[in-house]
């Protein structure tokens, strides 16, 4: 049964200036970040703060995501109204597809909840995915809060630091409790495939799904009257060259973000700013926007040559790299800010990526199959494996697979797949590792064992297999 807590806030609004300005209470402020788009956050908290994106139209507010939880998207649906001095919310529009930032849509629940239909087909009717998310929520603010409370006594008693330490520490126990308390997810109540335009009076909301990148339902908001275009910085960011990949290295519309990218920088009517909202919630002009759509086509451009000519990925990769044809990187904001050692990383990540669209990719063939086909993708991955088809199969990624499948708990299903990635990658001491966690959580002790003591003659400096052994030992 649901349960709804209720929240009584004492706000003072001291201040209300808009354009430029922002108005506050002792609670929350509000910050006009582009004509009519504002950002309400909350003043509790600590160095992640709770925020929400507003669009106040004349015919009412609209609201972009919903953060991680009920209770925390109630305390700044509360914001908005004592700070905006509105209650007319209108519509909530998911513009992600991911549960920490849809986690509270139930504070919506009455008015119109628009999504991509991906997002409504991933999460109906679906409890172990939303539960198996949930759980990872959990688990990731109980160890924010445990590295807080780690680094609380380096600060001076008293201190500014110390202050602020126990406020994020209190934060993450408190969003942690939220989620541990119950979640009710609800999806979206309208979808739509491609495109939907709503039309609010004095400005239009086109709404255009991007393709599949981080998620599979991730949309860009284009408001013509302002000639301003609302991205959620998965896709564009100062801290990424293109749009992240999904976790678990699914199939990416590249031609599709080029496609959009271009209608929206360099089409009839293009925009003069992008808003990157979700997390950092800055506004790019469209040519620091434009670098990023330059650097997608050259890099799909290049890598399709690459494969064309029969380079293998590790040819690519270096023909491609930032010493080579990619230098010109070196040059773009996200290096000058952030440096070789964060780029580069990344830049390789997506040759690889590219590189990999459109083959037969053992991954692809065991997340088609799930859930109820697994055992036959794996006989026909082990079959193409011994005929020497043409497959590419890669470690991290089918490990990756194990790992979601163990966090939804579908056990069998896990050691499944990390027993066929034993096989494929018998020198590998991290496959050994991955297959004993599996068996253990499954109940085969002595199977964890066996295996934990193959990675350890493997790598004999994997503590964690020594660990796990003392552990199980006992």
């Known amino acids: 049964m649901k349960t709804r807590p209720i929240f009584r806030t ?56 919903s953060f991680s939880s009920e209770p925390t998207a109630r305390r700044l649906k509360a914001g908005i109204v004592e700070t905006l001095k509105r209650d007319d919310f209108l519509y909530l529009i998911n513009i992600v597809d991911r549960l920490d930032r849809c986690g509270g849509n139930g504070a919506y629940e009455g008015i119109p909840i628009i999504g991509h239909r991906g997002f409504w087909d991933n999460y109906r009717d679906n409890n172990s995915i939303v539960d198996a998310e949930v759980k990872r929520m959990i688990e990731m603010w109980r160890w924010k809060e445990s ?37 009710s997810f609800l999806p979206p109540t309208e979808t739509y ?104 086509r050259k890099l799909w451009s290049a890598v399709r040559k690459a494969d064309a000519a029969g380079k293998s990925l590790e040819e690519t990769d270096t023909q491609l790299s930032l010493d080579n044809d990619f230098a010109f990187v070196k040059e773009m904001p996200v290096y000058i800010d952030r440096g070789d050692e964060w780029v580069r990383p990344q830049h390789r990540m997506h040759v690889r990526l590219f590189f990999l669209q ?69 020198e590998s001491f991290n496959v050994y590792d991955s297959y004993a966690e599996a068996l253990m959580k499954s109940g085969d002790t002595q199977g964890a064992i066996v295996n934990y003591k193959k990675s350890l003659a493997l790598n004999p400096d994997n503590t964690h297999a020594l660990n796990m052994l003392k552990e199980l030992s006992e």
């Open 193 to 296: 495939d491609d495109r939907m335009t709503l039309d609010l009076g004095d400005i239009t909301l086109n709404l255009i799904w991007f393709g599949r990148a981080k998620g599979d339902a991730i949309s860009v908001i284009v408001i013509p009257e302002k000639k301003l275009a609302i991205l959620p910085d998965d896709l564009l960011s100062p801290l990424h060259l293109a749009p992240y990949p999904h976790p678990r290295f699914k199939a990416l519309d590249v031609t599709r973000w080029i496609e959009v990218l271009e209608e929206i920088l360099e089409g009839d009517n293009p925009v003069e700013n992008v808003l990157l909202c979700d997390f950092l919630n800055v506004v790019w002009s469209r040519d620091r926007a434009h670098l990023h759509l330059d650097y997608i």
């Open 358 to 426: 459109g083959k037969t990719l053992a991954s692809a063939m065991i997340e088609n199959a799930l859930p109820d086909s697994l055992s036959a993708a794996l006989a026909e991955i082990r079959k193409l494996k011994n005929e020497g088809a043409d497959i590419f199969i890669e470690e991290a990624a089918i490990n990756g697979i194990g790992y979601y499948l163990l966090g939804a708990e579908k056990l069998t299903s896990a050691v499944e797949v990390f027993e066929l990635n034993v096989e494929l990658f018998p």
């Open 10 to 65: 004492t706000i003072i609004v001291i201040a209300c200036v808009f354009y430029g300005g922002y108005a506050s209470s002792q609670d929350f402020q509000v910050t006009e970040i582009f004509d009519k788009i504002f950002k309400v956050e909350s003043l509790q908290n600590g160095e992640d703060g709770e925020e929400q994106i507003v669009i106040a139209s004349d015919q009412g507010l609209v609201v972009l995501n």
């Open 147 to 183: 590295v807080a409370r780690e680094r609380l006594p380096n600060h001076e008693p008293g201190s500014e630091q110390a202050i602020g330490e126990q406020e994020w520490i209190n934060t993450c126990k408190r969003r942690a409790e939220e989620l541990e308390s119950g979640f």
